[in-house]
């Protein structure tokens, strides 16, 4: 379609030419000259549309403001078509097709949400507590139907994962505790090495990863050592790996458990700021992944910001054994480079420019997605090849004014963005036609 536009326009410039300086009687030239411009007209037309890219659609359809402006999101679920806000004070959830409200549920009085589980076949675990204080109870809900399943007091869970869709583990106090998730049964328990505590917590079907930290004999000299430790989704040990570090982590956060990947910043300077990954089996190391290096920063990671409190998002992903991650220039402000690296062993993969500002990146079956914002109220979202990073499937949006970092769900004919602030000036959540 594009050669057929430039060929149609080439011919009707060359004929013009040609009917202007040939020889004849001037009427004849005239018609010749109005014939050209019909031709070209619709060629440079065509052309000039097929250099743009693809016809850009706008959303479908946004959700009506939060009414607080102090009311945002602490996380985001996906059931199929249902896609459910959360917030501190309640539950949001909407058809990804049309917007509606599906169901809403409110969190119990004087409690707010203070733990969130990602969701698994329908299910999630939450916690509730009363701020400031930790958070007391926790619960499971049906995702189809807005249902509490069950609610327990006096666990406190500060962080809550699933191992597979039967049973939840949350970090209680100082332990690992288990419990099914459709009936709240006592499962088992796991305590963290003497003289140490446990930092960071997730999970899937295959094991448990959480990360320990153990201080020296002067807590307050800041110096200790950090351990990755798997158990089996029954509770059994299997591994437990030293990280490396010889400082107290500023930052510990478990990105993937299927290859286990932890982001790990010490405290103090020159200490480790990386991705490390490591063998599912064994927990033997694998990659290290620097956040800073000479032609690349990580920008999500460096600047260890993320929307979603409780489960955060930022513009990173893990897709099958690469880490995907928006990248800058050193020195840039934006974020203008979807990177990728080897979790195998570190390497870089690829790297390419995209058209604008990086607002997410999501993993998919198909390979990771990438949120553009390229200004002028025109935005992209393409799926990349996860082998060299082209793109494969690319859908241009305008009047979604995409911004900070927001979640990037996908359905069969729909993507759909949700946002931590959904006051006025912004929406919680927007539907946009697949292309």
Known sequence: ????GLVGTVAAIVLFTAAFLSEGPKKG???????????AVPGSVLAFGRLQGPPSVSPAWS?????????VAVAVWQDGETVVRVRADRFD????????????????????????SPAVEGLAAVGYGSAPAPCDQLAAVDLRTGRELWRKDGVR??????????????LDGEQLAAFGLRDGAPAWTAAPTAGCGFRALSASAARVVAVEYCATADPAAGTGTTWLRAFAPTGAVQWRTNLGAENEPATAAVLAVDPPTVRLTERGNRGIDAVLSFAAVDGAPRATIPVSSADYELTSLQKLYASFRLRPVRPVAVVGDLLVAASARPGDSESRFVVAHSLTDGSRAWARKVDGGVRAVTAAPDGPLVAVERGRNLDVVHRLAGADGRTVERTDIRKASLYGTPWLGRTDDRYVFVYEVGTTYSRPALGIPRR
Do not use: F, H, N
Request: charged letters at 15%; hydrophobic letters at 55%; glycine letters at 4%.
């Open 93 to 116: 959830a909407y058809r990804a097709r049309t917007g509606e409200s599906v169901w809403t549920l409110d969190a119990p009085p004087r409690k707010s949400v203070c733990a969130v």
């Open 1 to 4: 379609m594009l050669a057929t």
């Open 157 to 170: 869970p500060s962080a809550i994962e699933l191992a597979g869709p039967a049973t939840l583990v949350a």
């Open 63 to 71: 959700a009506p403001a939060d009414q607080l402006a102090q009311a």
């Open 29 to 39: 030239r005239l018609i010749a000259a109005v014939l050209c411009c019909a031709l």
